[in-house]
């Protein structure tokens, strides 16, 4: 599930945030395709009092929108997700600091407004990885690049 690069993140509205999170429900269902029908997410958002049609027109805008695929092309209408809840997030947030005048000060902005657990997680996660891509074959291996014990330390600002 990736999205192609250069694609600026879509803006979800919040009944589209809603279903969107449904179909990513389904994702992570043990033993599921990670398939979804319409009549699925409508029963799931039943709360709401919407029509199907209306449920299915914010799943045909989602489509739109790129986030998720149909699978089907007859009745019923079924869909996936074609980007993943974490991308997603990521992706939110990579959009936003591409605003920033100064990149430094906004990451202290979201750093400071973080629940210390989740300062801590980000903390280990850039010492396992040296602050690359987990996926990277360089993250973290010892005497690479990213490693933390490799050559001098960075000179101080």
């Known amino acids: 599930m990736s999205r192609p690069p250069g694609r600026s993140v879509p803006t979800l ?31 799931s958002l039943s709360d709401r009092g919407l029509a199907y049609t209306t449920i299915s027109t914010v799943l045909t805008n989602l489509e739109k929108k790129g986030v998720i695929e149909r699978t089907s092309r007859g009745r019923p209408v079924q869909y996936r997700a074609i980007i993943g809840r ?20 906004s990451i202290l902005h979201f750093v400071t ?13 850039v ?11 360089a993250a973290g291996a010892p005497g690479s690049p990213s490693s933390p014990h490799h050559g001098s ?5």
Not at 37 to 42: C, E, F, S, T
Not at 127 to 137: F, V, Y
Not at 153 to 157: L, M, N, V, W
């Open 86 to 105: 974490d991308e997603y997030s990521a992706a939110l947030m990579n959009e936003a600091l591409s605003y920033s005048r100064d990149r430094r000060a």
């Open 13 to 43: 509205g919040p009944l589209e945030r809603d279903a969107l999170e449904v179909v990513w429900s389904r994702s992570s269902d043990t033993g599921s395709d990670g398939i979804i029908g319409v009549r699925d997410v409508h029963e």
């Open 127 to 137: 010492e396992r990885t040296g602050g690359r891509h987990p996926d990277s074959p």
């Open 113 to 125: 407004g973080m629940d210390e657990s989740d300062v801590e997680a980000l903390r280990e996660l």
């Open 153 to 157: 330390p960075d000179p101080a600002p």
